[in-house]
């Protein structure tokens, strides 16, 4: 079967984890966050403005990338939830864990690839909302923090999976 080409709907795109922080994001060991509803990464370059008296324009130059990740977790009054309790446990230690925000799944066989944004980071927001008519959600902001392996920086980096 050919590879499908063409728009992707948002419940095809899946958002990952991984306890373990290496140089790059490692597939084995990913945990699927499945109760994940609206997930939104916010990629922005700051910038400076450069102006002189040559110009009646206020011009621009980027400075450095910004990256944000937030999404809603569908919460379960289950007190078995894991992902729950390991979302919450992560925010309440400030654990840095490696995030993949992906437009499909990670490994399946005979379909497309997939690609995202990985990066190191940690929960900073664990908010939730408790609507009168409506189902509790959690609302979760993830923002990229400084970490090394083997002495060197990891940045956000794109994941490519190639297609099988």
Known sequence: MPTPIGPIAGNECRLFYNTSVAATFTVAGAVLVTEAID???SLAAG????????STFKTKLPTLDELSLSFGYLYNSDVGDTLFNALRTAYLAKTIWHWAVMDGPLTT?????????????????????????GTVVYNLVVDPVRTKVSGAIVNPAWLTIAAT
């Open 39 to 41: 997930v939104s990464v």
């Open 47 to 54: 910038k400076t403005d450069v102006m002189s008296r040559a």
């Open 109 to 133: 066989p005979g379909v497309k690839g997939a690609q995202g944004i990985t990066f190191p980071g940690i929960i900073t927001e664990f908010n939730h909302e408790q609507p009168l008519e």
